[in-house]
């Protein structure tokens, strides 16, 4: 049973990974997509190479430089440059929504990359979330004209960086196992710190951003980037990653929580059902919700007395 102290925690964690879609939406329109991200990077850089000599992890983080590389692509500059992409289109809350398909596309892609069963729960749960994020986009169709291609293509960078998620978490299931994650969480910062540094200068805004934008910026990084990693893989070597992992599930209610009361967005019973269904078809997926069990006919070699009993439930 969990402590209340790390039930707190948990909390914590989903309340400042809901954060995150906050400070994007205030801050993406005044940077612009690809600088934000490139200036993201490297302050959470900054903040994480301490942090990986104070655990004495820079070693690891060098030894598997090529994979953490990749990951920093994956993981970091690409998903970086499409949510900052969605956040000049739709609100935070709905990105925070449609962040919560991660362990959807990782169980997917874990199936046919990595040969993983899928089970009738899986295949359910897998099934119950994509017809959520179907209902939630389906909802904005009646925008029509430009603002419908808009939202459109909004919702499709939260999913393509979702999907890369995914990839990542399978990548580093088969090839990275055994590097301690937070080597790789802050090397991650620094290899797309070091891609994203040309794109960044090349598209900084003429404009300088004001001081919100800014203040935005430094607390997503030091916050959302470094702050929540240390605790959340401290809960991870606590009460292991399925626990920690329940945090997760509270990043799409703080999402829309932090949104509505700092940007006055709404939040609609249509985008609370679909919520709903996705984070339960995310839970089955993950095993955290489980299918009731169907009553199981007796074995051939059973005798009459269990088949009765079989033929009464059948009947109830």
């Known amino acids: 049973m969990m402590r209340r102290a790390d039930v707190g925690q948990l909390v914590l964690v989903g309340a400042i990974w809901g954060a995150s879609y906050l400070f994007i939406r205030i801050a993406a329109p005044a940077f612009g997509p690809v600088a934000m991200a490139g200036a993201r990077a490297i302050l959470a850089a900054l903040l994480m190479l301490p942090i990986l000599l104070w655990r004495g992890v820079a070693g690891e983080t060098l030894r598997h430089w090529k994979g953490i590389a990749l990951v920093g692509v994956t993981n970091v500059a690409l998903p970086f440059i499409l949510f900052n992409f969605a956040a000049l289109a739709i609100p935070a809350g709905l990105s925070s929504i449609l962040s919560s398909t991660t362990p959807l596309?990782?169980?997917?892609i874990g199936a046919i990359w990595l040969g993983d069963r899928l089970t009738v729960q899986r295949m359910a749960g897998l099934a119950i979330g994509f017809a959520g994020v179907v209902l939630l986009v389906a909802d904005k169709v009646h925008l029509g004209g430009g603002a419908l291609w808009q939202t459109l293509a909004a919702a499709f960078a939260c999913l393509a960086a979702t999907l890369l998620y995914g990839f990542t978490g399978n990548f580093i299931k088969r090839h990275m196992a055994?590097?301690?994650p937070l080597a790789i969480a802050g090397g991650s910062q620094v290899a797309a710190a070091v891609l994203l540094a040309l794109p960044m200068a090349a598209t900084w805004p003429e404009t300088t951003p004001g001081l919100e934008a800014w203040t935005a910026l430094?607390?997503?990084?030091?916050l959302c980037t470094s702050f929540v990693y240390v605790l959340f893989y401290d809960l991870i070597a606590r009460l292991g990653a399925s626990r920690a992992m329940g945090s997760l599930f509270l990043i799409p209610a703080f999402g829309v929580l932090w949104g509505g009361l700092f940007l006055g967005e709404p939040f609609t019973l249509r985008m609370a059902l679909c919520c709903g269904v996705i984070l339960a078809g995310c839970a089955l997926t993950m095993g955290l919700l489980k299918l009731p069990a169907?009553?199981?006919?007796?074995?051939?070699?059973?005798?009459?007395?269990?088949?009765?009993?079989w033929t009464i439930v059948r009947l109830r």
């Open 294 to 309: 169907w009553p199981r006919g007796p074995a051939p070699g059973e005798d009459e007395a269990a088949r009765k009993r």
């Open 105 to 108: 596309f990782a169980a997917l």
């Open 178 to 180: 055994q590097v301690p």
């Open 218 to 222: 430094v607390a997503l990084c030091a």
